[in-house]
């Protein structure tokens, strides 16, 4: 469960999906928190996130788009869906005419949403607890080798050990919360993906270098590496900075990584 000032969750497993049940009034200033939740749902890489509204007030229609604008923060990594179940028939037609429906599906119960599930795509996963020690990035650099050859993408290798020395080592050196991270690995229709999560929940951020600083340095490498990158918060606290590369394809680092520092 996760506790808000205004809303409590309860969450279900059914069908290898999380059935989340989120109960009080979403007003403006817990939009965040409340998209924030939804996002660390499905980080978690269940099915889908089922959310059921029957027990949540929303006062302004506006307030709504809280679900497309969590969508879209977890459409390229995780890519889980969230669909949402509405008991109310004028509540669920409403829902179903409004811009939400265009990016989350709206179910009038939980078996019409189960059977609107496709497939999900297969996903290999790999993961790899990491001490925060100054080791860290040779450890993840080494299991990254090791799982690029097991899984046969040798043409991702070299952006990637460039992406997770980053990740890794951001979270090493400037975390402010000391505790160990977690390393996973994730190919998905023909996706990539590096993920390190740590206790620290301040969010990631691209910060721009300093007069005279690095030209390019930690997120800004990852930035320009990855097809997309982000920050999402993880339950019951902290974050997972993610990186996302294409399968099948290198691209042309020359250009930018020419001034890059020497390590």
């Not at 206790?199 to 721009?208: F, G, S, Y």
């Amino acid at each position: 469960m996760l506790d808000g000032k205004e809303i409590r969750w309860e969450c279900d497993q059914r069908q290898d999906c999380s059935v989340v049940t989120p109960q009080g009034e979403l007003t403006a200033s817990e939009y965040r928190n409340f998209g924030d939740a939804l996002v660390k749902y499905a980080v978690e890489e269940p099915r889908a996130v089922i959310v059921v509204l029957d027990d949540l007030r929303v006062n302004s229609e506006p307030l709504y788009s809280v679900f497309s604008a969590a969508w879209m923060r977890v459409g390229e990594w995780p890519g889980v869906p969230i669909l949402i179940v509405v008991h109310d028939e004028p509540r669920r037609r409403w829902l179903r005419s409004s811009a939400v429906h265009r990016f989350v599906p709206v179910y009038a119960d939980l078996s019409e949403a189960f059977a609107g599930l496709h497939e999900p795509p297969l996903r290999r996963r790999a993961s790899l607890a990491l001490m925060s020690n100054a080791d860290c990035g040779r450890r993840a650099r080494y299991f990254l080798e090791e799982t690029c050859l097991r899984w046969n993408i040798p043409e991702v290798r070299v952006d990637a050990l460039l992406i997770v020395t980053e990740l890794v080592e951001n979270s090493f050196l400037h975390s402010i919360v000391q505790s160990d991270m977690q390393l996973r690995l994730e190919l998905r229709s023909q996706l990539f993906t590096i993920a390190v999560a740590d206790a620290d929940p301040h969010e990631a951020l691209l910060r721009e270098p300093t007069v005279g600083g690095r030209r390019h340095y930690g997120l800004h490498l990852v930035a320009r590496l990855a097809r997309s990158w982000g920050c999402a918060p993880r339950w019951p606290d902290g974050k997972i900075v993610w990186a996302v590369l294409p399968t099948g394809r290198r691209r042309e680092l020359a250009d930018y990584l020419e001034d890059r520092p020497e390590r």
